[in-house]
């Protein structure tokens, strides 16, 4: 399952966000509701958590990346 940027802010209005950090690395397990990243949207503070239980197999998205709202973040097993 791909974990998605979520649609918590006006890209056409604020733009890209930033990767600011991950909370779990590659291969380790995360349970529905955990927090996996943190985003930086014009000084706002956007939580990325899992929708799912299972294994962070890839990370698509590396602390420092662009994205916007859809994006792919990661890969959940």
Known sequence: MIIQVPNSWDFNKFGYGIVAD???????NVKEGEILCLIMVSKVRVEVKSNFNGKLTKIIANKGAKVK???PLAEIE
């Open 22 to 28: 991950w909370y779990k690395k590659q291969g380790e």
């Open 69 to 71: 709202p859809g994006d």
